[in-house]
């Protein structure tokens, strides 16, 4: 009778991985992981979200990137030259490096794929970083013979390296013009990468497979640079909508490393033939509040709901302990967090019934959005709920799928305030970039905000970055366009057969450190 329970149980898993009962063909080597939802396409920096951008980060590289320590270094540049008035970058390119298709690539390549993301024709959202409407005013990319790029900006801006390296944006990958179809429409991604795109089962997995011809950095692996010298020949992600799903498939052996939340990562610690790894991110856990909102628009009334949450308990709740409440959008681990970064509205219940009242509030609904996807979207929304309940808001929960809270968030409406998460932002002025600005997207518009924010990403001088910071905080915290809770704490559960695994402060897999033992 047990057998048979057991195996039944394994029919179903197979299932709810997306295997349908029938295991994956065979490899030379394959590392199994998952996914909370399906990519939302194949295009880099057009078709996007988190997840998304792991499994292209695997495919595309870009000129430069982000080492593990938040800097930036070179990737498919041999090395750059910046001009004494900090307005033109000189990139050289690596020789010898291919595309999936076997072509070399050139510098011509580089200028197509420039202008694929920041073109006037370019689909993606990332144009806007470079066209002057949100700072960077490129003037000029082009391609000076076979192995020289040059961008001249408009007037010098400190943080266009990171931008170029941004992780939504694909790093601004350089791919090989075949990517699309002869009447411009998108087809799949000719990347650099070590993996190469391979089955996709929309709904059920996702495979890569290891470019045989990679032309690999010298030296260590470096955050997303470095040498990257794949060994494992497939990496396959299962669609997985439930993080219970995810940990009693890999306790089965039915996935080799998955993303797990506090509690199974204090069951799994002690068990043998597996492993934890715990590492604090950038990745950023908030509520946002839309101050469009005809109730939401009293700033008394987001003060009074920042003063009913308390991000210490939430937190320490949903880490089993091992995280704590850091309310401002920087990071902990950034140079520019500092004890004025540490400041947020404290959880005091009577101060938020005196706000309410002053401002006449009367009951109206105020609706929380949020998804059960992992992360803790839904639990932490919950919690906020009963808090909110306690100080006297009529607070309702509303659980949607991830695609329709994600297009809430893109068009700036359809809700009040949502369970949210924003992918790391590796300089202090990004972090408050990803929420602020005039697109509908961004949850705080106010001008002064706007105006500061956009100077942080001017000034080279770190003192003058920290002073901007520092007032970008005091700010956020008067005016509450969102009540941050904390820097997540990424849990990570694996198969003792796994071996490589780093994990680091962008939150990302790199799959091609990961090596499966005999």
């Not at 799994?268 to 597996?274: A, E, G, V």
């Not at 308990?313 to 004890?339: C, H, L, Q, W």
Request: charged share 25%.
């Amino acid at each position: 009778m047990r057998q048979r329970t057991t195996n039944f149980r394994s029919i179903a898993l197979a299932a709810a991985v997306g295997l349908g009962g029938v295991a994956p063909a065979m490899a030379d080597s394959m590392v199994r992981t998952s996914l909370n939802a399906d990519i939302r396409g194949t295009n880099p920096g057009v078709t996007r979200d988190g997840n998304t951008d792991e499994v292209h980060g695997h495919m595309i590289e870009g000129l430069v990137t982000y080492a593990s320590d938040f800097s930036i270094i070179p990737m498919l540049a041999e090395s750059y030259e910046i001009s004494e008035d900090g307005r033109t970058y000189t990139f050289k390119l690596r020789k010898g490096v291919k595309f999936h298709n076997g072509e070399e690539m050139t510098a011509s390549d580089v200028e197509w794929s420039w202008n694929r993301l920041a073109g006037e024709a370019s689909e993606s959202h990332c144009k806007n970083f470079f066209n002057g409407e949100n700072n960077i005013k490129v003037t000029s990319a082009k391609a000076q013979g076979e192995d020289t790029f040059v961008i001249t900006l408009a007037e010098p801006y400190a943080v266009f390296l990171a931008t170029m390296a941004r992780f939504d944006c694909g790093s601004m990958a350089v791919l090989h013009p075949d990517s699309v179809n002869a009447d411009g429409s998108w087809n799949k991604p000719i990347g650099t990468g070590p993996y190469m795109m391979g089955d996709h089962a929309p709904g059920r997995y996702v495979e890569l497979n290891r470019f045989e011809d990679y032309s690999s950095r010298d030296g260590a692996p470096d955050g997303y640079g470095g040498g990257k010298n794949p060994t494992v020949d497939v990496l396959r992600w299962e669609i997985v909508g439930e993080g219970a799903v995810s940990k009693t498939a890999l306790l089965a052996g039915d996935l080799d490393l998955v993303d797990i939340d506090a509690m199974t990562a204090a069951e799994l610690k002690d068990q043998p033939n597996f492993s934890v790894d715990a590492a604090e991110s950038a990745v950023w856990d908030t509520y946002l509040l839309n101050s469009d909102d005809p109730v939401l628009s009293d700033v008394r009334i987001r003060r009074a709901m920042a003063h009913a949450i308390d991000p210490q308990r939430i937190m320490a709740a949903i880490t089993e302990g091992f995280g704590k409440a850091s309310p401002s959008p920087v990071p902990p681990m950034s140079a520019n967090y500092t004890d004025v970064q540490a400041k947020y509205l404290t959880y005091d219940v009577e101060k938020a019934k005196a706000l309410l009242e002053e401002a006449g509030y009367n009951g109206e609904e105020i609706t929380i959005l949020a998804t059960r996807r992992n992360g803790a979207y839904y639990e932490r929304a919950l919690m906020a709920q009963a808090m909110m309940m306690d100080a006297g808001i009529n607070a309702r929960l509303e659980v949607v799928e991830w695609g329709s809270q994600l297009e809430a968030y893109r068009n700036g409406s359809g809700y009040q305030m949502q369970s949210f998460t924003f992918s790391p932002r590796l300089h202090a002025g990004l972090s408050f970039e990803m929420f602020t600005g005039d697109a509908d997207r961004k949850a705080w518009k106010n001008p002064d905000a706007v105006a500061m924010m956009n100077e942080s990403l001017r000034t080279g001088d770190p003192e003058e970055l920290q002073a901007i910071i520092d007032r970008l905080h005091e700010a956020f915290i008067e005016e509450v366009p969102a009540i941050g809770l904390g820097h997540r704490t990424l849990f990570t559960g694996m198969s003792s057969k796994i071996d490589g695994f780093e994990n680091w402060g962008a939150g990302l897999l790199r799959g091609w450190m990961l090596k499966v033992k005999d």
